[in-house]
Structure formats: C-alpha cells, structure tokens
C-alpha cells in the first residue's frame, strides 16, 4: 500500500518552491503514494487547511515564483498545543508521512514532529543559503541573480555620476546573496557578518580606486551587518562622502527560478519522496560537492550554519580582485 504524503512550505517564500512541490507531488503519485497540499506551513497545518493533490495540480509549476501552497511564519508551533492540534490533523487525514520546505525554523518543525512518531523530511528552501546540511538552498541563485540585475542597472548611473552607492541585499545573518552579488556585480566592497570591516579602510580603499580612474564605488551590504541607511550615515562622517543607498530588498525573493534552482529543487523533491520511501525520519536533504545527500536534522542544525565555509573564501577573491 502506498504513502499518505503531506507537504507544506513554511517561513519565507523562495523561487523555486514550487518546483520542489511538483516534484514532490509527481514522483509520489508516480509510486503509488496520495499527496496532501497544506496551505499556510505549520499554520495550516495546525487548523486543517489540507488538500489531496493530483498530477494535474502542479502543472505549469516550476517556471512560477512564490509558492502555490503559500506560507506563513507560525511561532506557535514550538509550544506543545500547536503540535498537538497538527497531529490531530495528521491523523485525521490519515497522513503518515509530511514533506516539509523551508529554513531552519522549519527544521525545527519538522525535527519535533519526528519526535512524535511523524515521519518527516525537510527540504531546504530560502533565499538565504543559510540551512546546515546543504551548500546550496532553494532561492538562492534566482534571488543572487535579481539582485545582479538590479546591481547592474544601479552601476550605469553610479559610473555616470561618479558616485559611491551603498546596496543592501538581503540574507538575514548570513553574508551569502552579498558575497555572490558583490563578485558577480565587481562590486568594490562587500560588508558581511561573517568578516569585520573597518570604516577608514573601506574610505582609504575607495579614494585609492579613485585615484586609480574608478568612476563609481559599489558597495554591496549585507542586512545582518546593518541597514543600509546607517551605513550611509557611518560614511557620512567622513567629509564628502554622500553615499545613494538602494535597499533591494523583498524583489529579491520573487520571479521565476532559474535553471539551477528547478533542477536542485526537482532533485530534492525526488529525493525527499525517495527517502519516505526507505523509511527515514527527521531527515533532510541538500547538496554537496553536486551530491543529492541527506543529513539528520538535529544533527544539521547543531552543526554552524551551511556546510561550506567558500563564501569567506569569496570574500578574500573579491578583495584582491577589486581594486
Ligand atoms: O529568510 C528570507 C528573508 O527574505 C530574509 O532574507 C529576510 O531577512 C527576511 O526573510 C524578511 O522577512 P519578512 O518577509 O518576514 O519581512
């Protein structure tokens, strides 16, 4: 007898999501599993908004943005009683087994469920590129790739003023969508929280890149350090140095995938069903070294941030490269 699988998307959304969930849904069908859509994550979950799912439902899926199943950021489910209202739920359904994508706060959800006798399997879907147990998220190239895009546009009217810019790009407390932005964009300087950055120094760099013809000065500033207007400001306090700043912000997390993220997204969908199959729990999937590989959540989210330390690595190609 096949599966009963839900599956639901949780915290904030990422282009590719819904390329994960049509893989998800096809390849159970495909094995003689039911699927369930849960609409809202752990908050649906929680009050029953759930759906059977049929192979026509996904269609047209992986070139959209955003989720079909929506999302929500939903605390209550730490406490005992927001778990306890979605295995009833569970159970009323009749869903053994639950697909879960999203960040870490979604793991955590998941890891507990598991807990429970709810046999779970995470997929990694954030802009951020900030999960454990996988180098590479759902979103992240699509959302580096936007903001390129706007990066770019931005650099036209900084070299035609000659002006210094100051772009803040998204990522939480990580430095990933900077560090990948700023060396695809030849951004001058790239402040991350994972690498301290001293005011003179970053002053001192772009009068050198001044004297040496640069025509603009690209600061490409990653959220978790600080916002973008107080970086200004910091600069401010140095005579002249009028920074524009361009907060890219939430476009970042919309439009249609990119190659790279429907395929990751189609391989972990198929893999996640592949592992409900083998009877594992509590587990997620992720990529490494172009492996589809699985890790045990507890054990991921234990372990600091992603999986690869390549982005201070970078971080330290950028500095020599762009002066
Ligand atoms: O986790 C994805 C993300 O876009 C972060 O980069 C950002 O800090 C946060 O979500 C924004 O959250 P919200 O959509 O709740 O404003």
Request: hydrophobic share 40%.
């Amino acid at each position: 007898m096949g599966k009963r699988i839900g599956v639901l998307t949780s915290g904030g959304d990422a282009p590719g999501m819904n390329a994960a969930i049509r893989a998800v849904v096809r390849k159970a069908i495909h094995d003689g599993d039911e699927v369930f859509g849960i609409r809202y994550g752990y908050r649906g979950l929680a009050e029953g908004d759930i759906f059977q799912m049929a192979e026509r439902d996904v269609s047209d899926l992986t070139a959209r943005g955003g989720t079909m199943l929506y999302t929500a950021r939903y605390p209550e489910f730490q406490d005992e009683e927001g778990r306890r209202l979605a295995i009833e739920q569970l159970k009323k359904h009749g869903i053994d087994s639950l697909v879960v994508i999203g960040g870490d706060g979604s793991y955590r959800g998941a890891a507990s469920l598991a807990a429970e006798g709810i046999q779970t399997v995470g997929i990694p879907g954030t802009i951020d590129n900030d999960i454990p147990g996988t180098e590479y998220t759902i979103g992240f190239d699509t959302a580096c790739n936007t903001a390129l895009e706007a990066i770019d546009k931005i650099r036209d009217t900084a070299t035609s003023h000659l002006r210094t810019f100051v772009i803040e790009v998204m990522g939480r407390n990580a430095g990933d969508i900077a560090v990948w932005t700023g060396i695809g964009s030849g951004a001058e300087q790239i402040i991350i929280p994972e690498a301290e950055f001293n005011m003179d120094e970053i002053v001192a760099n772009i009068e050198e890149g001044q004297r040496r013809g640069k025509k603009h000065s690209i600061i490409i500033l990653a959220e978790g350090v600080m916002e973008g207007h107080e970086f200004a400001d910091k600069l401010y306090e140095y005579d002249d140095y009028h920074a524009r700043v361009t907060v890219l912000g939430h476009v970042q997390r919309g439009g249609a995938p990119t190659a790279r993220d429907r395929v990751l997204a189609a391989q972990f969908g198929f893999k996640a069903v592949e592992l409900l199959h083998e009877g594992a729990s509590g587990v997620c999937v992720g990529i490494s070294g172009e492996k589809i590989i699985s890790t045990d959540i507890n054990e991921a989210l234990q372990s600091k941030g992603h999986s690869h330390t390549s982005q201070v690595d970078l971080y330290n190609i950028n500095s020599e490269i762009s002066f």
